[in-house]
């Protein structure tokens, strides 16, 4: 096990597990569980994302979600949505109701009307093999990638399906993956290397991550004097273990953790001859 695994791990140990909702045929479970808790990361990051794509300046862009899950990122980006929105959506008696089949026929018709605010398409990348193919089925993502790519090389149809990716994005995946899912994806997606725009939590160290994007010629740079709450603590265990594991990675949880939540950092690879423009003059903060 490399180093950065065990510390991931370890980080990970005080963690609210909520496997029975990330696996599910459709996202009602999901969106009531985390939106119990406040998550709000995907929406903090879309306005982050949507100025990354800007300066980027290049027309359709092919983005690559590390952690798609149903399809959320690809959801705010593509819709003007929030994470509060695709909460409501699927609060109510009336969802109960509702056969998987009628939600996920609901949804893809739902979004299909929807106008959409970007000019992009989306692949995504998941373990979760109902989460990622519900997000294909609706039409949220146009491919979806459902390999582990920390456990096993890429196979032919997933290094096709990244190939010439523009931008990589993630907004929770950092601490379940490690350099070794970048290096694969960077590997396969060819000549010219894509931006990565990452955001990871404070307690899990992102220096190995860099490092290894820094070897595809990709300088990181992290925003700073800026953190992004992602969800409220389930209860006072996962507080102070994330407490405990955000001192560990040698970061001061006062006034941030401390009050109650998780937050990230916001991360941005660009290849060297694109770094002209420093991330403080990007509309960022």
Known sequence: MSADREIFEHANEAKANFDDVYNAPDPRGYYRALGALDYRIPTEAKPVFRRVMRAMGRDRLRVVDIGCSYGVNAAILRYNLTFADLVERYQGQSMDARSVAEVVCEDAHEFAEMPEAIDASFVGLDVAREAAGYARAVGL???????????????????????????????????????????????????????????????????????????????????????FAQRAFKDEDEREGAIEAVRAAGCDPDGLETTGSYFADFHLSRPRSECRTKLADMGLV
């Open 141 to 227: 993502i146009d491919e979806a990638i459902v390999e582990n790519l920390e456990a096993h090389p890429m196979s032919d149809a997933a290094k096709a399906a990244v190939e010439g990716a523009d931008l990589i994005i993630t907004t929770g995946a950092v601490g379940y993956v490690t350099q070794r899912t970048f290096s694969r994806l960077l590997d396969a997606v060819g000549r010219r290397p894509p931006w990565v725009a990452t955001f990871s939590l404070r307690q899990f160290p992102f220096d190995g991550i860099a490092d290894e994007i820094e070897t595809f010629d990709l300088r990181t740079e992290r925003l700073e004097n800026r953190h």
